[in-house]
T-cell receptor, first 109, second 112 residues
């Protein structure tokens, strides 16, 4: 089993839709979590950090479920510009950051 | 503005050649990292450094080396390039260990 797993997608959604993707992790002791956004052929950039039960920033909400060991990212009112790959990153302890392979989101007009 | 730059952005080389990818950051971060990204895999850590003269192996370090002689630079060397090292390489830095990573634009390496 991979340490961090994501549904690769792609998730194809219309503009204005709400979309959510999950990321599961193997280490129950993990304390911090991140969502990065990566545009095609570009570098990853931090979207959101999660240190407790969740975080919200505008249209983006991240929720952590420690019991089931997953973190979700919810995007409301999707925009064309949200099309990207979303990378889940988990601090596995000892400051070991493990990246998921990413979930592709395509927002269509 | 502070930034992190990588060079070259694209390189094609032959099997067995030595290759060095440069990474330079002006954030004044102590922590620097090299990752490779391949289809179907997340970013995988090659080497990392927590300060000058400090280097550590990551999960996929075989065939790679780094050196840290100053705060700004962490060059990645492929001793003898292999086709399996064809990949996109990202350098990153962070202000504190386990914190936000700031990535360079990536270096696309093809080994023929």
């Amino acid at each position: 089993r991979k340490e961090v797993e994501q549904d690769p997608g792609p998730f194809n959604v219309p503009e204005g839709a709400t979309v959510a993707f999950n990321c599961t992790y193997s280490n129950s002791a993990s304390q911090s979590f991140f969502w990065y956004r990566q545009d095609c052929r570009k570098e990853p950039k931090l979207l959101m950090s999660v240190y407790s039960s969740g975080n919200e920033d505008g249209r983006f909400t991240a929720q952590l479920n420690r019991a089931s060991q997953y973190i979700s990212l919810l995007i409301r009112d999707s925009k064309l510009s949200d099309s990207a790959t979303y990378l889940c990153v988990v601090n596995m302890g000892g400051n070991k950051l493990v990246f998921g392979a990413g979930t592709i989101l395509r927002v269509k007009s | 503005d502070a930034e992190i730059t990588q060079s070259p952005r694209h390189k094609i080389t032959e099997t067995g050649r030595q290759v060095t990818l440069a990474c330079h950051q002006t954030w004044n971060h102590n922590n620097m990292f090299w990752y490779r990204q391949d289809l179907g895999h997340g970013l995988r850590l090659i080497h990392y450094s927590y300060g000058v003269q400090d280097t550590n192996k990551g999960e996929v370090s075989d065939g790679y080396s780094v050196s840290r002689s100053n705060t700004e630079d962490l060059p990645l060397t492929l001793e003898s390039a292999a086709s399996s090292q064809t990949s996109v390489y990202f350098c990153a830095s962070s202000d504190w260990v386990g914190g936000e990573l700031f990535f360079g634009e990536g270096s696309r390496l093809t080994v023929l």
